[in-house]
């Protein structure tokens, strides 16, 4: 099975800070890369699928990048809805796998 | 709009079954492959099982290979997850979820408010 490592996972910013989470793969999973943003006691939301584009009516200060087996997630100006926990998921290879999540927390 | 209603959830003893299902509507059921993914309490994702848009191949986790069994019914636009020999470790919110396309090995893009499914004695 892909291995999905997740880092940081807890950061705590500020509303308006720029935030940058990476996900690397134990293998190559090519651009096979989706990011999903999930808040308390919700379902997961699809915002990146493809490694870099972006889900329709998703914000475009989400933003996507990486393949192979570094990907990166990017925020560029922390909004207060922004606050919640993000996954990296691999749909390259069967079982898709996710990763461990990283928690976005208010400073 | 697309919905997905999940349902089957509730409280079974180590060993018993349960089903769930999730109702689909606002999309063309059979263009679409289908998932269900769990949360364990204060616990990441995991993706249990898979089914293809023509129902005619699924994939499993190891975690539940053997016991789970994912289906899916045309005439009912309805998924379906039959859990045998339930574990303590199967205790999660089991969330439905609609692909981006026919294949399996595709994003979600639509997913359910989950069902929760507790095993205890």
């Known amino acids: 099975d892909i291995q999905l490592t997740q880092s940081p996972s807890f950061l705590s910013a500020s509303v308006g800070d720029g935030v940058t989470i990476t996900c690397r793969a134990s293998q190559d999973v090519s651009s096979f890369l989706a990011w999903y943003q999930q808040k308390p006691g919700k379902a997961p939301k699809l915002l990146i699928y493809?490694?870099?584009s972006l889900q329709s009516g998703v914000p475009s200060r989400f933003s996507g990048s990486g393949s192979g087996t570094e990907f990166t997630l990017t925020i560029s100006s922390l909004q207060p809805e922004d606050f919640a926990t993000y996954y990296c998921q691999q749909v390259n290879n069967y079982p898709l796998t996710f990763g461990g999540g990283t928690k976005v927390e208010i400073k | 709009e697309v919905q997905l209603l999940e349902s089957g959830g509730g409280l079974v003893q180590p060993g018993e079954s349960l089903r769930l299902s999730c109702a689909a509507s606002?999309?063309?059921?059979?263009?679409?492959?289908m998932s269900w993914v769990r949360q364990a309490p204060g616990k990441g994702l995991e993706c249990v099982s898979v089914?293809?848009?023509?129902?005619?191949?699924?994939n499993y986790a190891d975690s539940v290979k053997g016991r789970f069994i994912i289906s899916r019914d045309k005439s009912k636009n309805t998924l379906y997850l039959q859990m045998n020999s339930l574990r303590a470790e199967d205790t999660a919110v089991y969330y439905c979820?609609?692909?981006?396309?026919?294949?399996?090995?595709?994003?979600?893009?639509?997913w359910g408010q989950g069902t929760l499914v507790t095993v205890s004695s």
């Open positions: 606002g999309f063309i059921f059979t263009n679409y492959a």
């Open positions: 089914i293809s848009a023509s129902g005619g191949s699924a």
């Open positions: 493809g490694a870099s």
């Open positions: 979820a609609k692909h981006r396309d026919r294949t399996g090995q595709t994003e979600g893009d639509f």
